[in-house]
């Protein structure tokens, strides 16, 4: 190994704790708590060492956002292989992604509530966000119905999940109708 394959690993091996510390502080404390001094205390570097990986928690919580959204593809994509038909296959996915979301509150809020930097729905959306979607999309076409675009009923139905998971975790829904919740969706908007 060289000189500078050497220099790479230990920046990407240095990347993946900062990321790492980072999302595990957030989830422990919040992303208040997430600052580059705390993060360079935890990980014993200097602050200039972080900001040589990141300009700063913006860029942090985006690294963050990417490596959740990957996370969630790979859940949603083995719910959904797990189902046997069309309908289980819809109704799997809406639970793989509200549990998801629930065991993962602060990647959940890097990936859709905290300002991470990254674009969606454009062209220069990171490939992790865009693989999150389509594990929707792959997985929901059969359930869009006639006439209904795919693209727009993945959307649709994205948006309710997103919103039982995040009106659920502020605690404004109650939580024993959890599962019917679920079930009302897939039973309104899939067309099996």
């Known amino acids: 190994m060289?000189?500078?394959?050497r220099k790479e690993r230990e920046r990407a091996d240095r990347e993946r704790l900062i990321v790492a510390t980072a999302r595990e502080l957030a989830e422990q404390q919040g992303w208040d708590a997430v600052t580059t001094r705390r993060l360079?205390?935890?990980?014993?570097y200097s602050?200039?060492?972080?900001?040589?990986?990141f300009r700063g928690k913006r860029e942090i919580i985006g690294a963050v956002a990417l490596q959740g959204a990957t996370e969630m593809a790979v859940a949603l994509r083995a719910a959904a292989s797990a189902a046997d038909h069309p309908r289980a296959r819809v109704s799997a996915l809406a639970r793989a992604y509200l549990d998801f979301a629930a065991r993962?509150?602060?990647?959940?809020?890097?990936?859709?509530?905290?300002?991470?930097?990254?674009?969606?729905a454009e062209e220069d959306?990171?490939?992790?966000?865009?693989?999150?979607?389509?594990?929707?999309l792959d997985?929901?076409?059969?359930?869009?119905?006639?006439?209904?675009?795919?693209?727009?009923?993945?959307e649709v139905f994205w948006a309710a999940l997103h919103g039982l998971a995040t009106l659920t975790r502020a605690g404004r829904l109650?939580?024993?109708?959890?599962?019917r919740r679920t079930e009302l969706l897939v039973?309104?908007?899939?067309?099996?």
Do not use: C, W
């Open 2 to 5: 060289s000189v500078q394959e």
């Open 40 to 44: 360079a205390e935890r990980i014993e």
């Open 47 to 53: 602050q200039p060492v972080l900001y040589s990986h």
């Open 104 to 120: 993962n509150p602060a990647v959940y809020d890097a990936m859709f509530q905290l300002d991470g930097g990254l674009a969606f």
């Open 125 to 136: 959306t990171p490939e992790p966000l865009k693989e999150g979607f389509a594990a929707l």
């Open 139 to 154: 997985n929901l076409s059969d359930a869009a119905g006639d006439g209904v675009h795919p693209g727009l009923f993945t």
């Open 174 to 179: 109650p939580p024993g109708d959890a599962e």
């Open 187 to 192: 039973d309104r908007l899939a067309m099996l």
